[in-house]
């Protein structure tokens, strides 16, 4: 072949890369700005792309932002139903954990949102796996892998069996950046109704009393008890903060006929609360 037909399919070729590389950013803005992958599922015809601040499960809440690139056509999906499974394998059994099965995400057209709460890991990151079941038109697709969890350097979250005989996990989730001040404490209950399953415990309260361990257990005025939310099915309080450092956030767990189910009053001889949540800032 003679140079001069050799020339014109160069530039063709280029042209018509960078050509669809054009309409991929007009059709499919980054919707994942300020995000960091986690790692990707992948079947033999979607790649599942997870996304976080950090780009690493940790124990405890995990806000999750994914899409869905067809491979055909490397578009992301923007019809899809979704829902996921976490799995802990350990030497006698499997469970699961708390979850909010991901939704298309508020404005977005390619990412859907959800949320996972890890109650436990192995010293390693190893022992979960996750499987995500979707469909689009119509179709049912599944795509599962290993994922890496690590621990949360403080407790975010506790499971525990409360005195009703019912296990319970309790999961810090706001705020993510706590201020001086004020805080809009949020909270997530949850009922190990059997190793699969954790609906949301619904109409219970928790009482809220934040303590400095390291200077001499002071508290800090004006806060308030956490009440449940029936618009976002959490728990909410008021936390005051009255400066920075390592705050140890003691609660009680109360059902419906205000029993307590976990947790005890700090006194001078009770400096903590058998149920309490960490938090450093
Ligand atoms: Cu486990």
Redesign the pocket.
Known sequence: MKFKYILPIILLALFSVSCSEDENDDFQPNEIEGLTKIQELSNDTHVIELYNKSGMFYTGYNEVILRIKNKSNNEFEENANLSWMPI?Q?PSMN?SCPKSNPVKAAGKNTVYQGFIIYQ?TNADGS?WSLNINYSIDGIDYVASSDIVVLQNELQNVSSFLGSDNTKYVVAFMEPSQPIIGINDLVIGVYKMETMMSFPIVENYSLTLDPRMPGMGNHSSPNNTNLVYNLSDKMYHANLSLTMTGYWVLNLKLLNTSEEVLKGEDITELNTQSSLYLELEF
């Open positions: 802990m350990m469970h436990m022992g």
